[in-house]
C-alpha cells in the first residue's frame, strides 16, 4: 500500500524552543508539500492512544508526559516516496547517530527529546494521519 502521503509531528520541545520556522523550511526545501497542519496539543487520553504500541515498554509513561507537556505542529506531508524520503530527512532517533544536516542532528536534544516524528511505513502514516486529521482538514 505504498501512498505519497506521511505524517509528522513537530514535537513539544521543538514547538517550545522555536524552531516551527526552520523545521518546516527544511521539509519544504526538501520537495514535500504541506496538505494538512495544525498547532494542537494531546491529552493524555490521546498520547496514549496515539503510542499504544508501546505501552509495555518501560518508557511509555516518560513518552506520554513528553508528548502533552505543550503543543505539537501535526502535519500531513506529500510527495513521492514520502515516507521514505521523510525518514531520511529526519535522521536517525539518537541526533547523535543522526547524519549532518538532518532535523534530528540540528534540532534534537536526545534520544527523548528528538524534535520531531515521522511514520515509519504507509500503513502507519494513514493511521497516524487519520488520528489527527479529518478528511475536510487535508488538501
Known amino acids: 500500500m505504498r501512498t505519497d502521503r506521511t505524517f509528522t509531528m513537530l514535537k513539544p520541545d521543538s514547538v517550545e524552543k522555536g524552531h516551527i520556522g526552520a523545521i518546516l523550511e527544511k521539509i519544504t526545501a526538501s520537495g514535500f508539500r504541506i496538505v494538512a497542519m495544525k498547532l494542537t496539543q494531546m491529552t493524555k487520553a490521546d498520547a496514549e492512544e496515539f503510542y499504544a504500541i508501546h505501552n509495555e515498554r518501560p518508557f511509555f509513561g516518560e513518552l506520554v508526559e513528553y508528548m502533552t507537556r505543550g503543543p505539537i505542529v501535526a502535519a500531513i506531508l506529500e510527495k513521492e516516496n514520502a515516507v521514505e524520503d521523510f525518514r531520511t530527512l529526519i535522521g536517525a532517533t539518537n541526533p547523535a547517530d543522526a547524519a549532518e544536516g538532518t532535523i534530528r542532528k540540528l534540532y534534537a536534544a536526545s534520544i527523548g527529546e528528538n524534535a ?7 500503513e502507519n502514516a494513514a493511521i497516524e494521519g487519520a488520528f489527527h486529521f479529518s478528511g475536510r482538514e487535508m488538501f
Do not use: Y
Open 116 to 122: 520531531v516524528h515521522g511514520s515509519d511505513s504507509d
